[in-house]
Nanobody, 116 residues
Framework: QVQLVESGGDLVQPGGSLRLSCAAS????????MNWYRQAPGKERELVAR????????YYADSVKGRFTISRDNAKNTVYLQMNSLKPEDTAVYSC?????????WGQGTQVTVSQ
């Protein structure tokens, strides 16, 4: 069974940094694009970043471009999201995602709160 487990969420001050991790299992990790989404209260889920199988190509939402970096370690079946220069509007539950065998799979999410 596909399993995605996020970690690393925390309370941080504006301008701070955080690194999220997503540990994956139940599928051949290196063969799939991996995604990070976020959802703030009252807002739709938003695609934050995406990374190709080998990490050779990436996508970022305009709102995080230049501040966030997605990466992956296929030997560890783990995808990361490095978040720098955090803003209060980055506050959300961040979730790891994979499209596998015609289904979307989600982790439980990890809370990131950016506040004074």
């Amino acid at each position: 069974q596909v399993q995605l487990v996020e970690s690393g969420g925390d309370l941080v001050q504006p301008g701070g940094s955080l690194r999220l991790s997503c540990a994956a299992s139940g599928f051949t990790f290196s063969m799939y694009f991996m995604n990070w989404y976020r959802q703030a209260p009252g807002k739709e889920r938003e695609l934050v970043a995406r990374i190709s199988e080998t990490g050779s190509s990436t996508y970022y939402a305009d709102s995080v471009k230049g501040r966030f970096t997605i990466s992956r370690d296929n030997a560890k079946n783990t995808v990361y999201l490095q978040m720098n220069s955090l803003k209060p509007e980055d506050t959300a539950v961040y979730s790891c995602n994979v499209f596998y065998q015609s289904r979307m799979y989600w982790g439980q999410g990890t809370q990131v709160t950016v506040s004074q």
